[in-house]
């Protein structure tokens, strides 16, 4: 690792920030810049304990993360009707970013805050005292974030899938509407194997459903988008979300040119902190599509910039690592570094919103197939399929399955996991759990990946 690339503080990062600002060639300047520090003052006090990628293109995906509330309040000072959605992670976005003067965003996102700030913010309290107690997942942040308003401004429209959907976001949602927050609820069914001669369809990442499914959600999507078109007073036309479809699609294609980049190359070009943080833009923009297109190109050149001069983050024989599930604490991702990890493949529970969307049939098609492609409304089996396939396409040398406190959908899925890529790959797994905050059980967390690294490199000796 060069000294350029070595990763630094919230502290070091703002002085660097500040000269590179003063320099006679200042960086492109981009919405959004200023200081990490002012996010902190805010109450964002997880930034102070993480480890940084000093790279220009690595501070502009942080500040255009961390500024996501004011840019709702700003969408709607502009006029723009507000979709707060849940659960799809990736397909409701899509259809309400085709319309003009429409900003939709995942509520779902809301379950980082208590780590974000460090639990100062009390929602998971205010959770609590409303019915949704500690048994269930951090999600259960979303309707703290309700009741206190302090957070995201209340969108105009709330829209949530339901059917094979997590008891846990089922249950908030349902609490949320039980507060007088209406919610326009669109059925998803539990994706299924086609029957031996059923008419089938091909679905985004290679699987196949019952048309009969397919056209279920078609339909249900139509409800959707006649909902949108209420609220937006523009009914969409087909051409207009076909072209939402293949802006949605560039931005899927800059994220597989980074995750390609990113996990295989010889040695690491981007930290796994600032790597999910990336992925995460892909499911609603982070609010504003065109941000996200520039953030992507400015770490697309980061990355080859580094893998052209043979720069690292990390040493070159770090091992690497599939991880499975999103982490509710973020500093996860430094401690799999600080332990001898890479990233080298993730399967952050919307896989199904990296594949391209089909652009060859009619665009509601397109959006119901990518909504059946979502892993998590198929059997485990499929997505252990999909992680195994792709920890081989990657050349994992391991696999971390990270479990959500409290979340349903974690209670056997991990097991048929771990199980699936031990039986077809032979790789170590380890099966860690990570709350909001991770700092009283690190020493735990950090010997079980200590433990899954070293497994990993005497498996290289053999
Ligand atoms: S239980 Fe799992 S799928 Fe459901 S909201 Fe929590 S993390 Fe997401």
Redesign the pocket.
């Known amino acids: 690792m060069t000294d350029a690339a070595r990763p630094r503080t919230m502290e070091e990062i703002d002085a660097l920030c500040a000269a590179r600002a003063a320099s006679p060639r200042p960086d492109e300047p981009y919405p959004y810049a200023g200081p990490l520090a002012r996010h902190v003052r805010d109450g964002d006090r997880r930034l102070l304990r993480l480890a940084y990628d000093p790279a220009p293109a690595s501070l502009r995906l942080w500040n255009f993360l961390l500024t996501e509330e004011d840019r709702l309040r700003e969408a709607r000072a502009a006029g723009h009707k507000l979709v707060g959605a849940m659960k799809d992670l990736g397909t409701v976005t899509v259809l309400a970013y085709a319309y003009p003067r429409v900003t939709a965003f995942y509520l ?1 996102g809301a ?1 980082w805050i208590p780590c974000i700030m460090e639990m100062s913010e009390g929602l998971l309290g205010v959770a609590s005292a409303h019915g949704a107690g500690e048994g269930m ?1 951090p ?1 259960r942040a979303m309707l703290g974030a309700f009741v206190t308003r302090r957070h995201f401004p209340i969108p105009d429209l709330l829209v949530s899938s339901v059917g094979a959907v ?1 008891d ?2 089922s249950a908030v949602a349902q609490r949320l509407e039980s507060l007088g927050h209406p919610i326009l609820w669109w059925e998803m069914p539990a994706r299924r194997a086609p029957e031996p001669g059923e008419p089938a369809v091909p679905l985004p990442g290679g699987l196949r459903a019952p048309a009969s499914q397919v056209a279920l959600v078609r339909s249900e999507l139509g409800r959707v988008r006649r909902a949108l078109d209420g609220l937006a007073g523009h009914a969409l036309t087909d051409a207009e979300l076909a072209a939402g479809i293949r802006a949605a699609n560039a931005v899927r294609a800059r994220l597989d040119a980074l995750r390609e980049i990113v996990f295989t190359a010889p040695a690491c070009p981007l930290p796994a902190l600032e790597h999910q943080i990336a992925e995460m833009l892909v499911i609603h923009f982070c609010s504003d599509r065109d941000e996200t297109l520039r953030v992507y190109d400015a770490l697309l050149d980061e990355v080859r910039a580094r893998v052209a001069a043979g720069t690292a983050v990390l040493p070159a024989d770090a091992v690497r690592v599939f991880w499975v599930n999103p982490v509710a604490d973020l500093r996860a991702m430094n401690l799999l570094e600080a332990c001898g990890g890479r990233l080298c493949g993730t399967e952050f ?1 919307f896989c199904h919103a990296l594949d391209p969307l089909p652009e060859g049939v009619e665009p509601m098609e397109a959006l119901a197939r990518a909504a059946l492609a979502d892993p ?1 409304v198929g059997p485990a089996s499929d997505r252990a399929a999909r992680i195994a396939a792709d920890a081989r396409r990657f050349g994992a040398e391991a696999v971390v399955v990270s479990r ?1 406190p409290g ?4 209670a056997w899925e991990g097991e048929a996991i771990a199980g699936a890529v031990r039986d077809r790959l032979g790789l170590p797994v380890a099966e860690i759990e990570v709350p909001p905050l991770t700092d009283a059980l690190a020493p735990s967390i950090r010997s079980r990946l200590e433990a899954l690294v070293e497994t990993a490199r005497a498996r290289r000796r053999r």
Do not use: K, P, T
């Open positions: 779902d379950w997942c999600v997590c846990d976001l529970l998590m959500i979340a349903s959908h974690c």
